[in-house]
């Protein structure tokens, strides 16, 4: 394989193949963070919960 390519260094091919694999893992995590985008809405991710919503203030100065 060094040979049918021109490679002069056996690292090479390691070279190669960590690159092809550090592309094909971005565009598999792009696909999935794209996938979770169109199953959340904006409304969902910003939603407070309840329990740490801050308490409604009447008119009242002791409530």
């Known amino acids: 394989m060094i040979t049918m390519f021109g490679w002069t260094d056996p690292k090479m091919p390691a070279h190669y193949i960590a690159q092809a694999n550090r592309e094909r ?37 002791l409530g």
């Open 25 to 61: 893992l971005g565009i598999s995590g792009m696909e999935k963070i794209a996938t979770f985008d169109r199953s959340q809405s904006l409304d969902d991710c910003l939603a407070v919960p309840q329990a740490n919503a801050a308490p409604k203030r009447s008119g009242n100065i």
